[in-house]
T-cell receptor, first 115, second 119 residues
Framework: EPEVTQTPSHQVTQMGQEVILRCVPISNHLYFYWYRQILGQKVEFLVSFYNNEISEKSEIFDDQFSVERPDGSNFTLKIRSTKLEDSAMYFC?????????????FGEGSWLTVV | AQTVTQSQPEMSVQEAETVTLSCTYDTSESDYYLFWYKQPPSRQMILVIRQEAYKQQNATENRFSVNFQKAAKSFSLKISDSQLGDAAMYFCAYRPLFNSGGSNYKLTFGKGTLLTVNP
């Protein structure tokens, strides 16, 4: 079964450093998402991406965050200057045509620890 | 804005017995999808079951079934013959069918219910 893959599975970084989290969505999917889950809390939407541009972003997704799909397969989340409160599990997700009712499929997550 | 409420932070069940996890949601839309995701200790998000709001029949997947009450905006998950491997955090989630109000089909999650299965 096709799956969303994420790298790295775990990263430790110093506060103020830049981090790039990588994702390979399911091929032929059209909609891409990043979600975040701080330990013990609910899963929060960060950003959605469609047709090579951001289609929606949450209040969490401020200027220190950016996303891009550089080569038609990878989908990356960059955090420019990490803060302690950015420590969380980051999930990439993708889905196909909405009209077909396709489900959003999640990757296994990238666990980011900022020290 | 849509909201999803899971009123049970924790539940426990004996192995082989049945447990029901509750979920309510609020939306002004008439067509949407509802999901239950399972998150084991590995923290991966695994789809358990999906329900289309326009379908009256409740979805089932092996030991997992839902009780979808559209008028009451309720979407509970029933796990039959519980197994030790069912122990996990369970999240209820809502997704609109149409991109109205700029929602862009994103999922809105509840806070989750931690299910413990006792041997």
């Amino acid at each position: 079964e096709p799956e969303v893959t994420q790298t790295p599975s775990h990263q430790v970084t110093q506060m103020g450093q830049e981090v790039i989290l990588r994702c390979v969505p399911i091929s032929n999917h059209l909609y891409f998402y990043w979600y975040r889950q701080i330990l013990g809390q609910k899963v929060e939407f960060l950003v959605s991406f469609y047709n090579n541009e951001i289609s929606e972003k949450s209040e969490i997704f401020d200027d220190q965050f950016s996303v891009e799909r550089p080569d038609g397969s990878n989908f990356t989340l960059k955090i420019r200057s990490t803060k302690l409160e950015d420590s969380a599990m980051y999930f990439c997700a993708s889905s196909g045509f909405i009209s077909s009712g396709n489900t959003i499929y999640f990757g296994e997550g990238s666990w980011l620890t900022v020290v | 804005a849509q909201t999803v409420t899971q009123s049970q932070p924790e539940m426990s069940v004996q192995e082989a017995e049945t447990v029901t996890l509750s979920c309510t949601y609020d939306t002004s839309e008439s067509d949407y999808y509802l999901f239950w995701y399972k998150q084991p200790p590995s923290r991966q998000m695994i789809l358990v079951i999906r329900q289309e709001a326009y379908k009256q029949q409740n979805a089932t997947e092996n030991r997992f079934s839902v009780n979808f009450q559209k008028a009451a905006k309720s979407f509970s998950l029933k796990i039959s013959d519980s197994q030790l491997g069912d122990a996990a955090m369970y999240f209820c989630a809502y997704r609109p069918l149409f991109n109205s109000g700029g929602s862009n089909y994103k999922l809105t999650f509840g806070k989750g219910t931690l299910l413990t299965v006792n041997p």
